[in-house]
């Protein structure tokens, strides 16, 4: 075969080596920068918080995540990854800019844009040439008609610019897995430019990638939070039944989930969903609703239900051991879900909050997050301590409270917990073992929605 001369191409701004900016380095923003480093673009972080740009700087999250820290460093070394205290200079030297600021929520349920709002502003100031803007923090449907709008407000050129929607899906402790092996890759664009630009970022991953207008793109993500949300409100429903009844509700979820139109993930029920996102966006998304005339009083039921799981487990802890006063209770499991540091909305907040009430004395112990947690209740002997063990913490306690499902809580040494222990109750709030093993050891053991 003939080999012919690759003929010089003219390059055009999506060919060349696109330069990535990252606005905002918390949870999302640091996992998107460190990964798009990894998938090979040139990229740089920012953020208002020093402290967090020191620690990248010096190859260190300053969140726990799985692998990322790993993936910091590398890329790094590499060259691949920098990080900036200057946000004019990054939006400057950028090409795409991926927005990853917070949008926390407001007293009334919806979603604080005032960052977003901000961000926007900073980059039509420093717009000096074609800018993709990719909006990554779960916001509100019209979001980027709004960060379209800032911008050619407060911009002082005519530089063409686009706005996208990339909705970030990773999960908090698996995060970086999830960012590199994606189930979907949602973009909405308005323009082939920008369409073009996010699929030369997302190469590897052209067979998962979803097109959509940006109001579509928007939506997905609030309604896919929204549904995981109402499908754990709705197991934790039926446990409530299981519990006036002889029904098992692991078993239910098990039977529920071999149908594959239903499927068995995100059927735990326990204590319910907390985190940063998924309270958040169920109110957001009510509040959206309101704000367009539709009725999400469904989303409200599950808000609902979802509130009523604490309250469950603090009845059972008076089950068992009726007074709290003066009682040594431990509670093992702080973050509101395992492999993270993460404490917002986490279930021990309200549940320390309801034991503390009750003048108990706690010893709490987590692997991950006890740190954060001394800056919500700082330790105060001998009411609040925190423990180096979980055998520490169950310590002369007279009740074991299971409250994020770590493995290594998993894995306790139940005959070593029995004999530390001044009485020997455990009260599940994730149906972490087998009552009837547990009972066989001597255990007095309460679960969620089971006998
Ligand atoms: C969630 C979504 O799963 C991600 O896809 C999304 O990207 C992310 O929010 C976000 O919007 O940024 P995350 O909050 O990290 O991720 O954690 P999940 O693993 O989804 O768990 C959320 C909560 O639901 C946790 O409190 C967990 O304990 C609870 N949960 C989960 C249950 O109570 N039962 C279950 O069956 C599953």
């Not at 002082?156 to 189930?183: I, K």
């Not at 039977?255 to 239903?262: A, C, K, N, S």
Request: neutral net charge; aromatic residues 8%.
């Amino acid at each position: 075969m003939r080999q012919t001369k690759p003929s010089p191409k003219k390059s055009s701004p999506e060919e060349e080596k696109i330069k990535i900016g990252v606005i905002g380095t918390g949870y999302v923003g640091l996992v998107t920068a460190v990964c798009l480093a990894e998938l090979g673009h040139q990229v740089i972080g920012t953020d208002v918080v020093r402290e967090k740009i020191d620690l990248a700087l010096a190859g260190k999250p300053h969140i726990y995540e799985p692998g990322l820290e790993e993936l910091l460093k590398k890329n790094l070394k590499k060259g691949h990854l920098n990080f900036y205290h200057d946000l004019d200079k990054t939006i400057r030297e950028a090409d795409v800019l991926f927005v990853c600021v917070s949008t926390p929520q407001l007293p009334d349920g919806r979603a604080d844009m005032s960052y977003v709002e901000g961000v926007s502003r900073r980059i039509a100031e420093n717009l000096n040439a074609y800018k993709l803007i990719v909006e990554k923090s779960t916001v509100p449907v019209r979001t980027s008609a709004w960060i379209k709008r800032v911008i050619n407000l407060y911009r002082h050129n005519d530089q063409d610019f686009d706005v996208a929607s990339n909705p970030e899906f990773l999960r908090e402790g698996s995060a970086v897995h999830d960012f590199l092996h994606p189930d979907r890759i949602i973009i909405g664009v308005e323009s082939k430019r920008a369409e073009k630009i996010l699929r030369k970022i997302y190469a590897r991953f052209t067979e998962k990638l979803l097109v959509t207008n940006i109001d579509t793109a928007e939506l997905i993500k609030h309604a896919s939070n929204s549904f995981l949300a109402m499908k754990i409100s709705f197991i934790n429903l039926i446990s409530e039944l299981c519990e006036k009844t002889e029904a098992d509700v692991e078993l239910v979820a098990r039977g529920m989930g071999l149908d594959p139109r239903i499927g068995p993930q995100f059927l735990r029920a326990g204590l319910g969903y907390g985190g940063s996102c998924f309270p958040k966006d169920v109110r957001a998304l009510i509040h959206i609703g309101e704000e367009m005339g539709v009725d999400f009083g469904l989303l409200k039921e599950v808000d609902r239900i979802n509130l009523r799981r604490i309250r469950i487990f603090v009845d059972k802890i008076k089950q068992a051991l009726w007074i709290l006063r003066d009682k040594k209770i431990a509670l093992l499991g702080l973050s509101f879900k395992p492999e993270t540091d993460d404490i917002r909305n986490a279930p021990s907040i309200a549940i320390i909050g309801e034991l503390q009430k009750e003048r108990a004395y706690l010893r709490l112990y987590d692997p991950q997050a006890m740190e954060n947690m001394k800056k919500l209740f700082p330790e105060k002997e001998p009411e609040l301590v925190y423990c180096q063990s979980p055998y520490q913490a169950l310590e002369g306690a007279n009740a074991g409270l299971i409250i994020t499902e770590w493995p290594e809580f998993v894995d306790l040494d139940l005959n070593r917990v029995k004999s530390i222990m001044s009485n020997p109750i455990l009260i599940d709030g994730r149906n972490i073992f087998d009552p009837a093993k547990v009972r066989a050891l001597g255990f007095e053991y309460y679960s969620m929605g089971r006998k």
